[in-house]
């Protein structure tokens, strides 16, 4: 069965600090899909990004950063020189990509990222 | 610019009332989902919709059912609302996903917090 844990509950950093948010997966298919989204306090999830289990490129968008590991099944999300915007809540999710029509998410714990100023 | 709209954003209801929550979307996206967040346990899925009038029960469909008439509206019914039903309830939408496009990204509604009493 598909499952995503993120172990981190809450993590509170000062403003300025890196920090490195953990999602781990489990999936038997081959071919499967992982996300992160974010939850500002505004309620709205907001769609960071897309990666597929065949492209183990770590990904550097601005401040974020993402670390996919298929060897330890394992999507971090870091970000350098955190700020008081970052302050949200983040799920990481998988999806499996079989047969005709996909878009079923399943969905980590979430963490919640408090940035102190 | 593109959104869905979740009819309501705060609700409060009795024991045993029906309740409706409308989810609109304007993408033309054949996907349509509802997701139920909970601290602790993230997003679970509900029902899910892949063209109009079709449905597919999710990861806790109990006490819920959903109706896709037109391909932009879904609807999540309670038909007997329970105490142990308040929550944040989350519509989403995305296209169809496939061998090739694999995964698409989930567009999410702002969400409708449910509180039965």
């Known amino acids: 069965a598909q499952k995503v844990t993120q172990a981190q509950t809450e993590i509170s950093v000062v403003e300025k600090e890196d920090v490195t948010l953990d999602c781990v997966y489990e999936?038997?298919?081959?071919?499967?899909?992982l996300f992160w989204y974010k939850q500002p306090p505004s309620g709205e999830l907001v769609f960071l990004i897309r990666?597929?289990?065949?492209?183990?490129q770590n990904e550097i968008s601005g401040r974020y950063s993402w670390n996919f590991q298929k060897s330890t099944s394992s999507f971090n999300f870091t970000i350098t020189a955190s700020q008081v915007v970052d302050s949200a809540v983040y799920f990481c999710?998988?999806?499996?990509?079989?047969?005709?029509?996909?878009?079923?998410?399943?969905f980590g714990q979430g963490t919640t990222l408090q940035v102190k100023p | 610019d593109v959104k869905v709209t979740q009819s309501s954003r705060y609700l409060v209801k009795r024991t045993g009332e029906k309740v409706f929550l409308e989810c609109v979307q304007d993408?033309?996206?054949?996907?349509m989902f509802w997701y139920r967040q909970d601290p602790g346990l993230g997003l679970r899925l509900i029902y899910f919709?892949?063209?109009?009038?079709?449905?597919e029960k999710g990861d806790i469909p109990e006490g819920y059912s959903v109706s896709r008439e037109k391909k932009e509206r879904f609807s999540l019914i309670l038909e007997s609302a329970s105490t142990n039903q308040t929550s944040m309830y989350l519509c989403?939408?995305?296209?169809?996903?496939?061998?090739?496009?694999?995964?698409?990204?989930?567009?999410f509604g702002a969400g409708s917090r449910l509180t039965v009493l």
């Open positions: 989403a939408s995305s296209l169809r996903g496939g061998e090739i496009s694999g995964a698409n990204v989930l567009t």
């Open positions: 999936t038997r298919d081959t071919t499967y899909y």
């Open positions: 990666r597929n289990s065949f492209d183990e």
């Open positions: 999710a998988l999806s499996e990509a079989r047969g005709g029509n996909t878009g079923k998410l399943i």
């Open positions: 993408m033309d996206h054949e996907n």
């Open positions: 919709s892949y063209d109009v009038k079709m449905k």
